[in-house]
T-cell receptor, first 115, second 111 residues
Framework: GAVVSQHPSRVICKSGTSVKIECRSLDFQATTMFWYRQFPKQSLMLMATSNEGSKATYEQGVEKDKFLINHASLTLSTLTVTSAHPEDSSFYIC???????????FGSGTRLTVV | QQQVKQSPQSLIVQKGGISIINCAYENTAFDYFPWYQQFPGKGPALLIAIRPDVSEKKEGRFTISFNKSAKQFSLHIMDSQPGDSATYFCAAKAAGNKLTFGGGTRVLVKP
């Protein structure tokens, strides 16, 4: 089945630095990728939708300049958390919509800790 | 505004028992209703999904019941096992392929 590979799985960074998270579709082409943020014991909240070849669409309340999303190719989407602060510490997950009869494919998530 | 309401928030069930999780929605444009299982530190994994033209779907120990008129759907986990201890999310999809998630239910299966 379709697989989305997400890296890194865990990252610790200092306040003020930037962190890049990658999601790759391994055996299919993903023209769209959804990016979610999940705080502890909470649900997944959609942050933005990346589209190959065009600008990302951000959900209301999500800072575009802080969470930079790039969909460089049909197999790679990246989320860069710029000037990270402790409140950005969260679990970030990417997901590709179904390319066939199967359901949405989720990455394994990235635990970001900003110290 | 929570478009998909999930209950209960947490659930404890004995091994071999039935876990039941309920979800309600408002948006009649939703046309796909999946359930996901998530273990700590991992991404969600699809368990089972249903479309609104079907009232029930069963896959192994997992069953979705769907009530279109009441705008409700539920997940039943039969013969619950300790390995089923996880957080479960219902979700719904409308146009644009965006998924809206319920708040989640933490299930603990006691041996």
């Amino acid at each position: 089945g379709a697989v989305v590979s997400q890296h890194p799985s865990r990252v610790i960074c200092k306040s003020g630095t930037s962190v890049k998270i990658e999601c790759r579709s391994l055996d299919f082409q993903a023209t769209t990728m959804f990016w979610y943020r999940q705080f502890p014991k909470q649900s997944l909240m959609l942050m933005a939708t990346s589209n190959e070849g065009s600008k990302a669409t951000y959900e209301q309340g999500v800072e575009k300049d802080k969470f930079l999303i790039n969909h460089a190719s049909l197999t790679l989407s990246t989320l860069t958390v710029t000037s990270a602060h402790p409140e950005d510490s969260s679990f970030y997950i990417c997901s590709a919509p179904p390319s066939g009869p199967g359901g949405y494919t989720f990455g394994s998530g990235t635990r970001l800790t900003v110290v | 505004q929570q478009q998909v309401k999930q209950s209960p928030q947490s659930l404890i069930v004995q091994k071999g028992g039935i876990s039941i999780i309920n979800c309600a929605y408002e948006n009649t444009a939703f046309d796909y209703f999946p359930w996901y299982q998530q273990f700590p530190g991992k991404g969600p994994a699809l368990l089972i999904a249903i479309r609104p033209d079907v009232s029930e779907k069963k896959e192994g120990r997992f069953t979705i019941s769907f009530n279109k008129s009441a705008k409700q759907f539920s997940l039943h986990i039969m013969d619950s096992q300790p390995g089923d201890s996880a957080t479960y999310f219902c979700a719904a999809k409308a146009a644009g392929n965006k998924l809206t998630f319920g708040g989640g239910t933490r299930v603990l299966v006691k041996p």
